[in-house]
Each structure stands twice: as C-alpha cells, then as structure tokens.
C-alpha cells in the first residue's frame, strides 16, 4: 500500500502521521487489495469554528476510487469519522465485488 500524507495549511507533525497510519492500518486488515492511500488533512478559515478541520482521503483499489471526507473541529476527531467512512466504504465495496464473484461462479455451472 502505498501511503501519501499531505497538509494545507498545516504542518504534518510525526505524532499527526503515525495516527493516521495507525487508523488506516485498520481499513488493510478488511481488504489488502488497496493500491494507494491519499490523505489530505487541512484547515480551513471559516467564521464557524466546529468545521474547520477537514480530513480527505482517497483511496485506490483495484478498478475504483473510493473517496470520503470529514470536518470536525478537532483534526484528530476528523480523522477518525473520516476512517469509519472509508471503512463502511470498503466493506460494502469488498461484499459487492464477493457477491459479483459468486453469481459469475453460478452461471458457469
């Protein structure tokens, strides 16, 4: 898997980093076939103070693009309902492409 972190107006602390690894980490145990991961966290300069952190992620799997973004007015809170997101995502991804399987395997016979 191939991991890009990025930051807009913000600096992408080592402690910022390794919790969105860790998080992430979680989404390669449901489906290992994930060929690249984007994340883009920012902050946006907005008069309502609760939305101003935002996490993007773009994930690449074989075939699509899944995408999901967050804001929240903690980073660390945005990059958490940014992975359920994704991780919803990907499960429902992963059972499409099984049940896609099944009925193929059915038809042959």
Do not use: W
Request: glycine share 4%; with cysteine.
């Amino acid at each position: 898997m191939n991991l890009m972190i990025s930051g807009h107006h913000l600096e992408i602390t080592p402690a910022l980093r390794s919790y969105v690894t860790s998080k992430l980490e979680r989404i390669t145990k449901h489906f290992d076939q994930v060929v690249d991961v984007r994340v883009l966290l920012s902050v946006e300069n907005q008069k309502e103070k609760n939305k101003r952190q935002r996490a993007e992620c773009r994930i690449g799997v074989k075939g699509n693009d899944l995408f999901a973004e967050s804001a929240h007015e903690d980073l660390y809170a945005a990059v958490d309902e940014l992975v359920d997101k994704l991780d919803r995502q990907l499960v429902r991804y992963k059972d499409k492409q099984q049940a896609h399987g099944h009925a193929a395997a059915k038809h042959l016979m």
